[in-house]
């Protein structure tokens, strides 16, 4: 299980590290179709609200999967870029993107309308 805690430039250098496969393996091998390539291109542009819009508008729960998924038999199983060294940080580039969003002022997410 994944457990880095990104600090904003670190998580984009992760994200810098994605080779944007054109057919992104990663996300065909995502269950919840939360889309990897599509957040972490937008972690690699510093666009981390569009990261988190990216995984809650297919699933919900993305903050819940960013911590229970289990990425090495998943997503990170079919990262191309392993093949030059080791595979992207998926589930640790997710949890990233929620965290960031739950830090942000007058975010409007389901975590913050809960009464």
Do not use: W
């Not at 289990?70 to 929620?98: M, T």
């Amino acid at each position: 299980m994944e457990t880095t805690d990104f600090t904003i430039s670190q998580a984009i250098a992760e994200a810098s590290r994605c080779l944007l496969c054109h057919d992104a393996p990663c996300s065909k091998n995502c269950p919840a179709g939360t889309n990897p390539a599509s957040f972490i291109r937008s972690i690699r542009f510093e666009n981390f609200t569009e990261a988190a819009k990216t995984i809650r508008n297919a699933n919900i729960l993305g903050g819940v999967c960013s911590l229970v998924c289990p990425y090495s038999n998943l997503c990170k199983k079919e990262c191309v870029r392993q093949e030059i060294d080791s595979p992207v940080k998926i589930g640790s580039l997710q949890k990233f993107a929620i965290e960031h969003e739950k830090k942000k002022p007058g975010t409007d997410t389901p975590m913050h309308k809960i009464p």
